[in-house]
């Protein structure tokens, strides 16, 4: 079963918006690291954060982490038809278990 | 660019055929996984090599056999599978195992670009 819930399941935004997407999960993690998954791809691994962290950043995306409300969130600042994709959270303890994931569709 | 290397992108094959999936990377990673995922779904763990060991196999029917011949190498062997087995199999590698590396130091998991396996 699913570690992570995510919300919202979609999402479409106008190129050159922000776009938020968040993750809650149920246990005790050691990290928590979000993935992003074009149609049919593989998984391209986007940034890790870890449990004593709070926020972070890389290029335009900011994560945050509140392991007291067990939940992050993803920012993609000034989207681009290129972020168009499904993004999940994913958490480890002894293995990785993803979340339901939000489809991000970016219109031009 | 991925360096998980995963073949065949695309497989069909019948209920009584025997196929394998291969993977390949080069990442000299000790851990290396593999996931199924079904259209509009997230990743579901199926099986954890670990030092070219099994070290998870999350009840994964037997018509799925995984084999790990050497560090760089994964299988996964098909056989008698049903229709409901069609998905996309992703292949994965990690520097260790998550649980083995104390505090936290982070484990990121590499993806191939997965096999669409269709059965018929």
């Known amino acids: 079963s699913q570690q992570g819930e995510e919300d919202p399941q979609a999402l479409s935004i106008q190129e050159g918006e922000n776009a938020t997407m968040n993750c809650s999960y149920k246990?005790?993690?050691?990290?928590l690291q979000w993935y992003r998954q074009n149609s049919g791809r593989g998984l391209v691994h986007l940034i890790l954060?870890?449990?004593?962290?709070r926020e972070k950043h890389s290029g335009r995306l900011r994560v945050t982490l509140d392991t007291s409300k067990k939940s992050s969130s993803l920012l993609i600042t000034a989207s681009r038809a290129a972020d168009t994709a499904s993004y999940f959270c994913?958490?480890?303890?002894?293995?990785?278990?993803f979340g339901t994931g939000t489809r991000l569709t970016i219109i031009p | 660019d991925t360096e998980v290397t995963q073949t065949p992108k695309h497989l069909v094959m019948g209920m009584t055929n025997k196929k394998s999936l291969k993977c390949e990377q080069h990442?000299?990673?000790?851990?290396m996984y593999w996931y199924k995922q079904k259209a509009k779904k997230p990743p579901e763990l199926m099986f954890v090599?670990?030092?070219?060991?099994?070290?998870i196999n999350e009840s994964v029917p037997s018509r799925f056999s995984p084999e790990c011949p050497n560090s760089s190498l994964l299988n996964l062997h098909l056989h008698a599978l049903q229709p409901e087995d069609s998905a996309l199999y992703l292949c994965?590698?990690?520097?260790?195992?998550?649980?083995?590396?104390?505090?936290?130091?982070?484990?990121?998991?590499?993806f191939g670009e997965g096999s669409w396996l269709t059965v018929v």
């Open positions: 990442m000299g990673h000790r851990a």
């Open positions: 090599y670990s030092y070219e060991k099994l070290s």
């Open positions: 954060i870890r449990s004593n962290e």
């Open positions: 246990t005790s993690i050691n990290n």
């Open positions: 994965a590698s990690s520097q260790d195992i998550f649980g083995r590396r104390q505090g936290n130091s982070g484990n990121t998991i590499y």
């Open positions: 994913a958490t480890d303890a002894v293995k990785l278990t």
